[in-house]
Nanobody, 121 residues
Framework: QVQLVESGGGLVQPGGSLKLSCAASGSIVMIYSMGWYRQAPGNQRELVAGITDDSSTNYADSVKGRFTISRDNAKNTVSLQMNSLKPEDTAVYYC???????????????WGQGTQVTVSS
């Protein structure tokens, strides 16, 4: 059984910083890309940032220059350093991993349970 467990969400004032982390565990054969989506109330889930197994990254335009994604392939973890946070960054942040597991031997996207980030004074 494969799990993605997130940590690091919380309440922060505008201009502040938070770091989200996500660890994938279980019978994993290979992880291609990992990253983060977010969903605010009434909005669709949107990609925040992603990173491939060779460390290529992509970011939503709204977070470029403020957020940094990183990955530890040996530990199957991905992190998102969020700086200069704005109220519009408030959302539930979901970790994802595009990977092959021993159970299915198929490439699929797995999701974490989500962590709340609230930016407010």
């Amino acid at each position: 059984q494969v799990q993605l467990v997130e940590s690091g969400g919380g309440l922060v004032q505008p201009g502040g910083s938070l770091k989200l982390s996500c660890a994938a565990s279980g019978s994993i054969v290979m992880i291609y890309s990992m990253g983060w989506y977010r969903q605010a109330p009434g909005n669709q889930r949107e990609l925040v940032a992603g990173i491939t197994d060779d460390s290529s990254t992509n970011y939503a335009d709204s977070v470029k220059g403020r957020f940094t994604i990183s990955r530890d392939n040996a530990k199957n973890t991905v992190s998102l350093q969020m700086n200069s946070l704005k109220p519009e960054d408030t959302a539930v942040y979901y970790c994802y991993a595009d990977m092959i597991t021993r159970a299915t031997l198929r490439r699929s996207v797995y999701w974490g349970q989500g962590t709340q980030v609230t930016v407010s004074s």
